[in-house]
Every structure is written in structure tokens, then in C-alpha cells.
């Protein structure tokens, strides 16, 4: 079946560690997006890319990374410049780029910072 | 930028009653999405609002998109307990550079 798959699912991190989020998409869509949640404040965005080896700053971007190397594939660094990075990361994609389409999500991936 | 307001952040109910949010935006949109979110899952749509005033149904749920296209509300009628979970709207103000601004959501509890 096609989707998008994240993992870890759940992940521990210590405080000054990066780490790598896992996004990947078998239904050939053309954008990708990462949105982190926290509770009571929606979904925020972090980076976007609309095509292969190219990438965007959403609202909220300091303390992440990003690569698009693949049309299936856009990981996630959490670096140690992220000073609350405690949340739950959605990945999504949407099969174009123009108005209007509906954006489809994983299953996303808990991040704790111990 | 954009921003979208949506009231109420929660909302508890007895089942059978009704439950509705709204969604309010500072700019006017080329169309606006819905949401949901069960509790520990993720976001699915919903549906899509793209016409001023149109108003959309799926059993249960009915979905307005305001005249001015700054507004749209989901109403649930007679609540039910596979109704719970966050429910949010999604902004799209148009253009090729394309990206959703969500509201915060509503989350909705129901008692049996």
C-alpha cells in the first residue's frame, strides 16, 4: 500500500546529541514536509521541499536540518541548536505543489530529550 | 503572515449532543481544509472548501466556507463516541509556493 513512512516511532535523545528523523514516501508526490506538535499548539512548520535538492524554511526551522537527495526521501536533523526539541514530528507530503491539494501524513515520531 | 484563529481549543460533550468549531482567518483564502486527529494518531482530511458560502456534508458532520472566504466552521449533530479527537483547519492562501497553515485545533471529548 502506499504511504509515508517515518520512524523511529518513539525516540530518546540526550541534551547536545543530534538526531535523524526518517521520512519516506511511496506515493510519488512531488512536495514533502515536516511539521512538529506540541500540545495546545497545532501543527508548526519546520522545512519544506518542493522538489528534489530543494528546500524551504517554514516557521519555525532554527534548530533543524533538512536534505532532499531522493524524491521519496526527506529526513529531519533535530541538532543541539534546538533548545526545546521535546515534541511529536509529522511528516507529510502532497502530490503537487500548487493550491489545493490535500496533504497527506505519517504516523509521526515522538522525540524526548532526557 | 498568516494566521488562523480557531475556537474552541476544547470542547467536552455529552453524547448525542451537538458540537461545532470555527475557524477564522486575517486573510482571504483560495480554500480551506479539515482535519482530524484521533488521540495518539495522525492528522487525516476531512474534506476541502473552495467556493464562498459553499457547505458541505458527510453524514453526521457539516461543513460551511463564509461569503468572504475568511471563515469556516465543522458542525457535528449528535455526537458520538468515534467522534473523539483534535479536530483543525487548514489554511490555504493560494500561489504556487504552496503551504497549509493549521489552526490549533479543537479537542473534542465525549462522554458515553
Known amino acids: 500500500d502506499g504511504g509515508i513512512t517515518q520512524s523511529p516511532k518513539y525516540l530518546f535523545r540526550k541534551e547536545g546529541q543530534n538526531v535523524t528523523l526518517s521520512c519516506e514516501q511511496n506515493l510519488n508526490h512531488d512536495a514533502m514536509y515536516w511539521y512538529r506538535q506540541d500540545p495546545g499548539q497545532g501543527l508548526r512548520l519546520i522545512y519544506y521541499s518542493q522538489i528534489v535538492n530543494d528546500f524551504q524554511k517554514g516557521d519555525i526551522a532554527e534548530g533543524y536540518s533538512v536534505s532532499r537527495e531522493k524524491k521519496e526521501s526527506f529526513p529531519l536533523t533535530v541538532t543541539s541548536a534546538q533548545k526545546n526539541p521535546t515534541a511529536f514530528y509529522l511528516c507529510?507530503?502532497?502530490?503537487?505543489?500548487?493550491?489545493?491539494?490535500?496533504?497527506?501524513f505519517g504516523e509521526g515520531s515522538w522525540l524526548t530529550v532526557v | 503572515g498568516q494566521q488562523v484563529m480557531q475556537i474552541p481549543q476544547y470542547q467536552h460533550v455529552q453524547e448525542g449532543e451537538d458540537f461545532t468549531t470555527y475557524c477564522n482567518s486575517s486573510?482571504?483564502?483560495?480554500?480551506i481544509q479539515w482535519y482530524k486527529q484521533r488521540p495518539g494518531g495522525h492528522p487525516v482530511f476531512l474534506i476541502q472548501?473552495?467556493?464562498?458560502?459553499e457547505v458541505k456534508k458527510q453524514k453526521r458532520l457539516t461543513f460551511q466556507f463564509g461569503e468572504a472566504k475568511k471563515n469556516s466552521s465543522l458542525h457535528i449533530t449528535a455526537t458520538q463516541t468515534t467522534d473523539v479527537g483534535t479536530y483543525f483547519c487548514?489554511?490555504?492562501?493560494?500561489?504556487?509556493?504552496?503551504?497549509?497553515?493549521f489552526g490549533k485545533g479543537t479537542l473534542l471529548t465525549v462522554n458515553p
Open positions: 487548514a489554511a490555504d492562501s493560494g500561489g504556487s509556493n504552496y503551504k497549509l497553515t
Open positions: 486573510t482571504t483564502l483560495s480554500n
Open positions: 472548501l473552495v467556493k464562498s458560502g
Open positions: 507529510a507530503s502532497t502530490r503537487e505543489t500548487f493550491t489545493g491539494n490535500t496533504i497527506y
